[in-house]
């Protein structure tokens, strides 16, 4: 099976960066994806990584090492919009078909 | 406007009936998937279809079922089967290939009274 591992909470103030890391352990590995959910509504993509290396999207940034089985999404100049949960999600192949397993999130609390 | 529409928000069922939810999506997404999101919790995969007439089970399917009678449509039916079915369902697309990226619908909160 596929487990992923989380902080699941993080605080920081605006203006700050700040770094939640993922762990996983799963068979048929494809890539690891973020997501950012605030309180009550739909998840929203944020990034994507097959290979190692970091990927940057403007503020936001994401990490991995497949060696490692370790990936990061790294936040700079936090507003205060960024308070949200932020899911990490392997892609793994499993009979032919892709899915997605997802972490239990990471609540980010930004403060002023 | 593109996206993934499902309803209602919020769904109050009394215990033993059955109920389904919709997911419907103009994206012309070949992939759908169905979550199930309770407090403090990731994402759970309940089912998935890539393809029209064909769906998969997930990794907590008992209790549900699924229909894939065409490519913008998928609803869930939450069965009397289902031990604990109060919880936010997420429906969600993706086109062919881009399986890491998935485009959400705004949920249905679920409670069963």
């Known amino acids: 099976g596929q487990s992923l591992e989380q902080p699941s909470e993080v605080t920081a103030v605006e203006g700050a960066i700040v770094q939640i890391n993922c762990t996983y352990q799963t068979s048929g590995f494809y890539g690891l994806s973020w997501y950012q959910q605030h309180d009550g509504g739909a998840p929203t993509f944020l990034s994507y990584?097959?290979?190692?290396g970091l990927e940057e999207t403007g503020r936001f940034s994401s990490f991995l090492s497949r060696s490692d089985s370790y990936g990061y999404l790294l936040l700079q100049e936090l507003q205060m919009k960024d308070s949200a949960s932020y899911f990490c999600a392997v892609r793994f192949m499993n009979s032919g078909y892709s899915t997605l397993t997802f972490g239990k999130g990471t609540m980010l609390l930004v403060s002023p | 406007d593109g996206g993934i529409t499902q309803s209602p928000k919020y769904l109050f069922r009394k215990e033993g009936q059955n109920v389904t939810l919709s997911c419907e999506q103009n994206?012309?997404?070949?992939?759908m998937y169905w979550y199930r999101q309770d407090p403090g919790q990731g994402l759970r995969l309940i089912y998935y279809s890539q393809i029209v007439n064909d769906f998969q089970k997930g990794d907590i399917a008992e209790g549900y079922s699924v229909s894939r009678e065409k490519k913008e449509s998928f609803p869930l039916t939450v069965t009397s089967a289902q031990k604990n079915p109060t919880a936010f369902y997420l429906c969600?697309?993706?086109?062919?290939?881009?399986?890491?990226?998935?485009?959400f619908g705004p949920g249905t909160r679920l409670t069963v009274l």
């Open positions: 969600a697309s993706s086109p062919s290939g881009t399986y890491n990226e998935q485009f």
């Open positions: 990584n097959a290979l190692d």
């Open positions: 994206l012309n997404h070949d992939a």
